[in-house]
């Protein structure tokens, strides 16, 4: 008989499985659009053509966001998938689902980091042909305005991530404590969930310091705004460091444990042969049906022999069938306890 898979890990399978097809479809959103604007993209680069740049760059840049999103949706599966590969029954039960599971993510995460390298490429060249078109205080004073409005978004999610993140966790390890497996498993995604940040993060920095770069001349105001925003971006990473740890440290929980049972008491001792054989030849059986009285003797309470021994007389034809004199002929060679004194009902 193959081993029984917990309902604990019946619904996050059912969550695991829910998460990678959330992946697919977001993976079927992206792929169209990356072609088209790192397509049109690299024609604008090519022709040096500002306008093309300035129509493909911004919506390479939202596709690029996605593809964070989606990445954050696989590491989440990659988080569930690896509470389900330590369930043995599981693996050796759904095995093959399991390897179609990590296959597909797998994938597609390593596509998607691959095109998220290729789109910052190809915003770093997207810059380097702008270089000639924006000149001027003007274009430095545009372009640092845009980066502050890409951190400031950023840095509101983050706030988020600070607000919700301890009490995630500390619905998580309530969650765990009570033995509520679905609440555990839904802050634990949330957590992962915040992971996303750290692409967000990661790309911006080094768009701020090409920012410095392109404009070594300006104000130091503006040299100001941009210490802010490095700042706010090193703060943003360690918040998403602490929750990396926090999801890390809730992932060792693992599931909740189930209650275990109370053993059962043990079953007393058979009674011996040689008592059988006294009660046996007591009502007038034979050796050889021993063994039927034995099952009545040991598996039936003493209080309850009378119906058993009458219908088992009955069967073997014996001079007596009453069950209660059966009892009390018993009752004569084999004696009830005083230390342990039963009713009997006879």
Do not use: H
Request: overall charge positive.
């Amino acid at each position: 008989m193959p081993p029984q898979i917990s309902s604990e890990t019946a619904k996050t399978l059912v969550a695991t499985v829910k998460m990678v097809k959330e992946v697919e479809a977001q993976d079927a959103k992206i792929q169209p659009q990356y072609k088209k604007m790192s397509e049109g993209l690299k024609v604008g680069i090519d022709d040096g053509s500002e306008e093309e740049i300035a129509l493909y760059r911004p919506q390479l840049e939202k596709v690029g966001k996605l593809i964070d999103t989606c990445l954050g949706t696989i590491q989440g599966a990659l988080g569930l998938i690896s509470q389900l590969r330590k369930d043995d029954a599981l693996m050796e039960t759904k095995f093959e689902q399991i390897e179609k599971l990590v296959k597909s993510v797998a994938g597609k995460r390593k596509k998607l980091a691959e095109q998220s390298a290729a789109a910052r490429k190809l915003d770093d060249d997207a810059e380097t042909a702008l270089v000639a078109a924006r000149k001027g205080a003007q274009s430095a004073e545009a372009d640092l305005s845009a980066l502050q409005a890409a951190v400031a978004t950023l840095m509101k999610s983050i706030d988020y991530v600070d607000t919700e993140t301890p009490k995630l966790e500390a619905a998580a390890k309530k969650a765990y404590e009570k033995k509520d497996q679905k609440t555990l498993t839904d802050s634990r995604t949330k957590l992962i969930d915040f992971l996303q940040y750290k692409t967000a993060a990661m790309t911006m920095k080094p768009r701020i310091e090409k920012y410095k770069k392109q404009y070594p001349d300006i104000t130091r105001e503006q040299r100001n705004e941009v210490q802010y925003m490095l700042d706010d971006l090193q703060r943003a990473e360690s918040s998403v460091a602490d929750v990396d740890k926090k999801v890390k440290e809730l992932m060792k929980l693992g599931q909740v444990k189930k209650e275990e049972k109370a053993e059962a008491p043990p079953k007393k001792a058979p009674m011996p042969a040689a008592d059988v054989a006294k009660a046996g030849k007591a009502i007038g059986m034979e050796s050889k049906d021993y063994p039927k009285l034995a099952k009545i003797l040991n598996d039936v309470p003493r209080a309850k022999w009378a119906e058993p021994l009458g219908k088992l007389a009955t069967t073997l034809k014996l001079k007596v069938t009453n069950g209660k004199d059966l009892v009390l002929a018993i009752n004569k060679v084999l004696p009830v306890k005083k230390e342990k004194p039963q009713l009997i009902d006879i």
